[in-house]
Nanobody, 123 residues
Framework: QLQASGGGLVQAGGSLRLSCTAS????????MGWFCQAPGKDREFVAS????????YYADSVKGRSTISRDNAKNTVYLQMNSLKPEDTAVYYC??????????????????WGQGTLVTVSS
């Protein structure tokens, strides 16, 4: 089970740190990802991190503004989002994928999903 938190209302240019905590003792077995879905749009890939944390991957839209990290001892993955823009407004979901690979950006390849946390960026 994945529990996402940290969303909220922030002004453009501000920052938020999203967290996603997993239950169970196999968190380190999973590649983790963040996806977002804006109103009326499809779910989009945001960022992913390998099992060890040594590999990180970002969508072009957030590259340079966001950092994904994980703490396997705490069963938690984070998404630090800086220089937020109104177009970042969306529900953000964390997800876990047992099989690592270059398909980190493909939502349907993830095995488990959190409930989502809403990020609203005002202009």
């Amino acid at each position: 089970q994945l529990q996402a938190s940290g969303g909220g209302l922030v002004q453009a240019g501000g920052s938020l740190r999203l967290s996603c905590t997993a239950s169970g003792r196999t968190f380190s077995f999973y590649q983790m990802g963040w996806f977002c879905q804006a109103p009326g749009k499809d779910r989009e890939f945001v960022a992913s991190i390998s099992r060890s944390g040594g590999g990180t991957y970002y969508a072009d839209s957030v590259k340079g503004r966001s950092t994904i990290s994980r703490d396997n001892a705490k069963n938690t993955v984070y998404l630090q989002m800086n220089s937020l823009k109104p177009e970042d407004t969306a529900v953000y979901y964390c997800a876990a994928k047992l099989r690592s690979g270059s398909d980190y950006y493909v939502g349907p390849h993830y095995d488990y999903w959190g409930q989502g946390t809403l990020v609203t960026v005002s202009s």
